[in-house]
């Protein structure tokens, strides 16, 4: 695959097709997306798909008629688009950029041969490969949603990339089974893998994450807790005081988590930090500990939360308007692309309304901005934009907007 | 008292106060801390209480999101079978109503695998005609074992029955189609048109988290309900379609045989023409001569013949102009006809015409004390015409008016301008015409039977001609008449340029 950088400024265009027929569908999408792209010359194309549409064929066909580009993305639970939200869907996004940008880009695979952490340092070996003296800017990785800790593929990224620049990853998904997610690189279709793209140069970027969920209840403590299995809270059994709250005992727990779980995850405090970070449960241990999508430490303080789809829409706003803020923007220069990668917790949880939080992503990046975005079995970005501190964390239920400057 | 003693006293007055100060602080500090333990007793006691309204306030919002989720999947249930039921209805064609209901809808419902079947009666199988979620060989598989075992699927339709993993009582079938459909969760009714194949839809999930309820089965059920009216209408319509095909099968197959009959008719009318042409040809040479002699004989030429000879020479010469003007009608006829005549068209004033055949008929008129009148003036009405052609028309048309008006009658001549034509109209207070034979008299021989023509001689080709002549002129002829009432003959001819 070869790299091309053309003009000054970025030009993006998105193509997208409902069909299923994954090869009529990526015909149909690409299509539309060289159509709408402003020049000739593509750098880079992320796919985005629905687990139906991953098929080798697709990016057989993207080689085909864009020659040696590099390709990346993975699979969404629905996908985000400046045309609505599709459960069932594939979209392409070309990338023209300009020539003071920089990336290089990697896949990772059979993780569970080495573990997360193993992987996420291939990984960062390799997209370290020819990139020789450009400073690092920003990384972005899509990683199998399925895979076990997950979480430290970052770590192990920021074991080779270092912490000096922010890390935003998104997590596959599939439609709801948990069955398989794949991420795409180049011709490949993967599962069990990762990939990501290290950019450098100067890209002018900017990131907004949020949840919208509140404390309450009184705070707990993790007396302890092991990774991402926390098997005492306040010296109980952590399932005792989960169910207890929700009123259903740990046998009927077991029962509904799946769609209890969305609804009330755990909150870890941070201080200085305005929102918790949420962890929902993943599963209950037959010893009655409690299995989270993501770590806690132990001695950590958490309480319950609750979300509500206006105080969770009100977040989406603030995420929405961080990253926009964070732009050098000007007249001239407007929003290029926003990714939006979100928890398909949230997708659960707005049901029918999912679509009153990309009205207010086109209000407030403006209606013309090319949105792309899916909903995922999780993301990791940094706490905030401004005040970095090089430190990545892994979210659940939240919405993560990259935008990125035209 | 010693300085000593002072002091030691002063001492033990000092280290008393100390003592009793700090008792007294011991004692606040002791009272300080009892109200803190105190306090945060009661905080902790608040802190529990606030937790307990936590349990509630999560308690009642699990029942209302529960709430809210169903109403949401009521909703979205609707709009997903609105939307399929639209699709469907969009096509007349039966096999392509299965391939309307596309798995995005269906997705929506909450099922992404789907099978239907029809029965086909006449091989005592059942037909798949819709398959979603399924490659083709789990198809034709599925497909094989529900044709091996029937009988509950056929009890599906003739209970008109919807079951599901939910409702269906026989664990055993459950188990069964659980495992040839290969999901968890399922609903099955079934398609009942009023004519035709009848089946089953079949719908299901491997989603664990699916929960099918009551309202899931009533929106199957009004799906289901949706396909047999479709299904129905695109037999309506193909019935109806292919009555209209036969229908205009029909029509083109009379039409190709009236087209036939008409060559036919064409050909046997070109025939007579030709037969009537040569027949009279060969008719016109003896007459001649028939003629001919006859005149010489009564010219004398051969000497003075005997009175009786002379009467029916006269007979004979009579009747030979008789022959002769009845071949020459029907050879002019024949010519129309074959159109080997052509009309030399040329300004033809009816007014002069018209007073032209007053002064013709004058004598005839006279004798028979008719009164023949025209009012047309001369100059009025111009037609593009054959003046020689037409001229017989006003010949015969008002010869026959004299023939059939009685003394003291009128006939009359007028002209009216109608349209591009002009219509001239002969009128007579004679007999009149009998309803049924308006019709008839233009055609060749034929005779209206009253006292006249019993009386009165004819050959019966007189109106055919002068029909013949109107048309090839582009005209039209027409009769009124009552019997009794007297006649009017019209006619159009077309005006002139």
């Known amino acids: ?406 | 008292m010693p300085v000593h003693e002072s002091i030691f006293n002063t001492i033990s007055i000092v280290s008393v106060i100390t003592i009793l100060a700090l008792l007294i602080l011991v004692i606040m500090k002791n009272t300080r801390l009892k109200e803190l333990e105190s306090d945060v007793d009661n905080l902790k006691k608040s802190l529990d209480e606030m937790d307990e309204q936590a349990k509630l306030i999560v308690r009642t919002d699990i029942e209302l999101n529960k709430a809210q989720e169903e109403l949401d999947k009521k909703i979205a249930g609707l709009y997903s079978l609105q939307g399929l039921s639209r699709t469907i209805s969009t096509t007349l064609v039966e096999n392509q109503i299965f391939k309307m209901v596309e798995a995005s809808g269906l997705q929506e419902l909450g099922f992404e695998k789907a099978c239907s079947f029809l029965w086909n009666e006449k091989d005592k199988k059942f037909t798949t005609y819709l398959s979603i979620g399924y490659t083709r060989e789990e198809t034709d598989l599925i497909n094989a074992t529900v044709n091996l075992n029937k009988a509950p699927y056929l009890d599906l339709i003739n209970s008109n029955k919807t079951i599901s993993s939910v409702s269906l009582q026989d664990a055993f079938l459950k188990e069964k189609i659980t495992s040839i459909f290969k999901i968890l969760s399922f609903i099955a009714s079934p398609i009942l048109p009023k004519e035709g194949s009848k089946g089953f839809l079949f719908v299901g999930t491997e989603n664990m988290d699916t929960v099918i309820g009551e309202g899931d089965e009533e929106l199957i059920v009004i799906l289901t309900n949706q396909i047999s009216q479709a299904l129905e209408n695109a037999r309506l319509f193909e019935q109806t379609w292919k009555a209209q095909q036969e229908l205009e099968k029909k029509v083109e197959e009379r039409t190709q045989e009236l087209k036939s009959a008409l060559e036919a008719v064409k050909i046997v009318s070109k025939r007579k023409s030709d037969f009537i042409s040569a027949v009279s040809h060969e008719l016109r040479t003896p007459l001649t001569s028939i003629k001919g002699y006859a005149s010489i004989l009564l010219a004398g030429k051969l000497g003075q013949l005997p009175e009786e000879v002379r009467l029916r020479l006269d007979k004979v010469n009579r009747h030979s102009d008789e022959l002769t003007s009845l071949v020459n009608d029907l050879l002019d006829i024949s010519r129309i006809e074959s159109g080997k005549v052509t009309m030399r068209r040329e300004p033809l004033d009816i007014g002069a015409v018209a007073a032209d055949m007053l002064d013709f008929f004058s004598v005839q008129t006279k004798e028979k004390q008719i009164q023949l009148s025209s009012s047309v003036a001369k100059g009025e009405f111009s037609v593009s015409a054959d003046v020689s052609q037409i001229k017989r028309v006003f010949i015969n048309l008002v010869s026959n008016a004299i023939k059939f008006t009685p003394a003291e009658g009128k006939i009359t001549v007028s002209a009216t301008k109608s349209g591009g034509f002009i219509q001239v109209d002969i009128s007579d207070t004679g007999c009149g015409i009998p309803g049924d034979a308006k019709e008839k008299i233009f055609e060749e021989f034929y005779r209206v039977e009253n006292a006249v023509n019993d009386t009165v001689k004819g050959t019966g080709l007189g109106l055919s001609l002068v029909k013949h002549i109107i048309e090839a002129h582009g005209g039209k002829i027409w009769v009124t008449s009552k019997a009794g009432a007297g006649s009017t003959f019209s006619f159009t001819l077309p005006q002139k340029e």
């Open chain 1, 1 to 406: 695959m070869e790299n091309v950088f053309v003009g000054d400024v970025i030009s993006v265009s998105i193509g997208l097709s409902r069909e299923q027929d994954p090869v009529k569908a990526v015909r149909e999408a690409m299509q539309q997306a060289r159509a709408g792209l402003s020049r000739e010359q593509v750098s880079l194309a992320v796919v985005f798909s629905t687990i139906n549409l991953a098929h080798p064929a697709t990016l057989e066909i993207i080689n085909t008629l864009l020659g040696e580009v590099p390709v990346i993305g993975c699979t969404g639970a629905a996908l985000i688009t400046n045309k609505g939200i599709f459960s069932c869907g594939l979209a392409i996004v070309l990338l023209s950029l300009p020539k003071a940008t920089y990336f290089n880009t990697a896949l990772v695979q059979e993780i569970h041969n080495k573990t997360a952490l193993a992987a996420g340092e291939d990984l960062g070996e390799k997209l370290l490969h020819n990139f020789h003296g450009t400073r690092r800017d920003l990384g972005i990785v899509f990683c199998d949603g399925l895979v076990e800790e997950g979480w430290s593929l970052i770590h192990g990224l920021q074991e080779r990339l270092g912490t000096s620049f922010p890390l935003i990853a998104a997590f596959a998904a599939d439609n709801l089974r948990f069955a398989k997610s794949s991420v795409y690189f180049n011709r490949q279709v993967s599962s069990d893998a990762a990939t990501g793209i290290l950019w450098g140069g100067r890209l002018d970027f900017s990131w907004g994450i949020r949840h919208g969920w509140k404390p309450l209840g009184k705070p707990h403590l993790i007396t302890r807790s092991a990774e991402n299995v926390v098997y005492d809270i306040d010296t109980e059994p952590a399932a005792k005081v989960y169910a207890d709250y929700l009123g259903v005992g740990v046998d009927g727990l077991k029962k509904e988590l799946k769609r209890i779980s969305v609804f009330y995850p755990m909150g870890i405090y941070l201080p200085g930090i305005e929102e918790y970070l949420l962890r929902s449960v993943k599963s209950i241990g037959e010893d009655g500990s409690l299995v989270f999508h993501g770590n806690i430490p132990q001695d950590s303080t958490i309480r319950l939360m609750i979300g509500t789809k206006d105080s969770c829409l009100d977040a989406a706003g603030q995420a929405l308007s961080e990253a926009k803020a964070g732009l050098q923007l000007t007249p001239e220069n407007k929003v290029g692309i926003a990714f939006i990668f979100e928890s398909v917790s949230r997708y659960l949880l707005f049901g029918r309304d999912a679509e009153k939080e990309l009205k207010i992503a086109k209000e407030t990046l403006g209606k013309d901005t090319p949105i792309i975005g899916i909903y995922t079995y999780g993301e990791q970005a940094p706490l905030r934009m401004i005040n970095y501190q090089g430190k990545t964390y892994f979210h659940n239920q939240t919405i993560t907007v990259l935008a990125i400057g035209g």
